[in-house]
């Protein structure tokens, strides 16, 4: 492999492995625009169509029910299938207040499949592969406000920041 080729490999890798953070990123902020830029075409999300708009129709359902999510993304795997396609895996942590559940906790193994396309790697599939979720009784988001440094023990400023936290946090009984 030429010195060329290997810094190609090298900027296809970074620009693949920022995809689950910018995907991680559009969660918390219920942002499905932003994640449906970074799905082909060519994705195909079964009755819900097929690229951008079919994500958008899946995510729209999906994201409903979120009040606040955060994904911390670790251990991603990346191999190439030639120039324009790659696999991988990634481990994602996710913590999340919904309306219909709680407070949640969820290990996930995402399998993706990435293809370049006009220039970007995108995602191609995506395979959530739960390994455990777990609901709790007592949201650690239902604590008063921490008002850090004095105390590191309650809710911090960053949740209360999101408007659609905000609402449901000063509703929370």
Not at 17 to 26: D, G, S
């Amino acid at each position: 492999m030429t010195q060329r080729d290997q810094v190609a490999v090298l900027l296809a890798r970074d620009e693949i492995r920022q995809l689950p953070y910018h995907y991680a990123a559009a969660i918390e902020s219920r942002d499905v625009d932003a994640m449906a830029d970074l799905f082909s075409p060519n994705a195909r999300f079964g009755e819900h169509g097929d690229g951008p708009n079919g994500l958008r129709q899946l995510m729209t359902r999906s994201l409903d029910d979120s009040v606040f999510a955060v994904i911390l993304v670790a251990n991603h795997i990346i191999e190439f299938d030639g120039h324009e396609r790659a696999s991988g895996q990634v481990w994602a942590h996710c913590y999340a207040q919904t309306r219909s559940h709680g407070f949640v906790e969820q290990l996930i193994k995402y399998q993706d499949r990435y293809e370049r396309h006009d220039g970007r790697w995108l995602f191609l599939h995506r395979k959530h592969r739960l390994w455990y979720g777990v609901g709790h009784r007592d949201s650690p988001l239902r604590q008063p406000a921490a008002n850090w440094p004095q105390s590191q023990v309650g809710v911090g400023d960053l949740p209360i920041a999101d408007p659609v936290f905000r609402d449901w946090w000063e509703k929370r009984s």
